[in-house]
């Protein structure tokens, strides 16, 4: 018997509608309300100056760490503008601008960043789950909430995000077979910005993409131009629309780029070439949205200004509000609460040291 090429039934596409200049391939456009072309850029403005912003609070100490967004606008809300209320959004810890899409307010960043687990709760009217930093967990967590939602014959679907470095988890393989297998609504979208920390793409994988990963497991990938918003919607609506109808999950690879450090307490300086950084800013998904928007009459240069404005001091009124609630907010001696359930003798003594302490007034050593 001679040996025989297998014919396997999924192909890989790599799809760009808006290229870097911001000039559109006419033909590929999808067809987006100006409504809806309007309230994306305006989510992607907030994303970009509220990142700049929680940057800036963290240096002057106003904030704990963060893991800044900068470049991954379009790969979220290209994605995430396509589920309903009641879908469900399983991010990790890099979607700020895909969880204020969903509802998240601005107050809840600034105070859960500053250690206040009162920001981490999802208020109960959103199918969303929260941040989640154990890398790739959140994906069994997703395929789960897609099992239930077809167990309850329900036509929710369910949307989650992780980066490259996710890819090499077990928790990634298990979620896309046990996805795949029981064809479960969901659609992984992962964030390929080029780096894990300071593990580059190509010490993740061996493959040529992220996308053909999902040969393997029997479902539909795509890699897309994920600095390119109209790229990621017009995957993602197909992906969403097929999960809809019970054609189960589908692998979106959006091609992007952290721009910005790891979080707050990395310096890339010492893993990555500024020559690399330079190339991807050229890249910004913001500024050529942006020129599409003006070329195509959907935004004027006056708007445009407005609503640099209008976006600086709503982002300026969450920070005063923030800072207000968290005056009010929090005990310190509820560090001592979660952990155990009956303190060890050694923490004990400590929670009646600071407990003294705050009722004396004296500072607390740090
Ligand atoms: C299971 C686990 N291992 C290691 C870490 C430490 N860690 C936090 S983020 C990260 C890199 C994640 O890279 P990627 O999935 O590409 O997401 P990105 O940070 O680029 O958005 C690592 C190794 C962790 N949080 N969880
Ligand atoms: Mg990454």
């Known amino acids: 018997m001679p040996r025989t090429p297998i014919a396997l039934s999924e192909r890989i596409e790599y799809l760009a509608i808006l290229n870097e200049k911001g000039q559109l391939d006419a033909e590929l456009e999808p067809d987006i309300s100006g409504e809806m072309l309007l309230r994306l850029y305006r989510a992607m403005l907030v994303g970009r100056r509220f990142d700049e912003r929680l940057l800036d609070l963290q240096r002057q100490g106003r904030i704990g760490t963060f893991p800044p967004i900068k470049g991954q606008e379009a790969a979220q809300l290209g994605a995430v503008a396509h589920l309903r209320p009641g ?205 599409y928007l003006l070329d195509k009459g959907v935004l004027s240069g006056h708007d445009q200004l407005e609503l640099d404005t209008e976006v600086l001091q709503e982002i300026q009124r969450a920070v005063d509000n923030a800072e207000k609630q968290m005056q009010i907010m929090g005990n310190p001696l509820d560090m001592f609460n979660h952990v155990y359930a009956e303190l060890p003798p050694y923490l004990a003594g400590q929670r009646e040291e600071l407990a003294r302490e705050l009722a004396t007034g004296k500072e607390v050593p740090s």
């Open 87 to 291: 879908d469900w959004m399983v991010p990790s810890f890099r979607e700020t601008a895909a969880e204020l899409w969903r509802g998240r307010t601005l107050e809840s960043v600034i105070i859960c960043n500053n250690g206040f687990s009162e920001g981490a709760v999802i208020s109960p009217d959103h199918n969303d789950l929260p941040v989640s930093v154990p890398v790739g967990s959140q994906i069994l967590h997703a395929v789960g909430l897609g099992w239930a939602a077809r167990y309850r014959k329900k036509d929710d679907i369910v949307m989650t995000f992780f980066g490259d470095g996710a890819t090499s988890e077990g928790d990634f393989h298990e979620g896309m077979n046990f996805g795949a297998v029981f064809q479960v609504p969901v659609v992984f979208v992962c964030q390929n910005n080029q780096w894990a920390i300071s593990t580059p793409v190509a010490r993740q994988t061996r493959s040529a993409t992220i996308a053909q990963k999902a040969i393997a497991y029997g479902i539909p990938g795509i890699q897309v131009d994920g600095n390119d918003i109209l790229a990621v919607w017009a995957a993602a609506k197909e992906a969403t629309d097929r999960a809809r109808a019970g054609g189960g999950p589908t692998l979106i690879e959006c091609l992007t780029y952290r721009v910005m450090m790891h979080t707050t307490a990395d310096d890339p300086k010492r893993y990555r070439t500024e020559a690399e950084v330079e190339t991807w800013r050229g890249r910004d998904p913001l500024t050529r949205f942006q020129k």
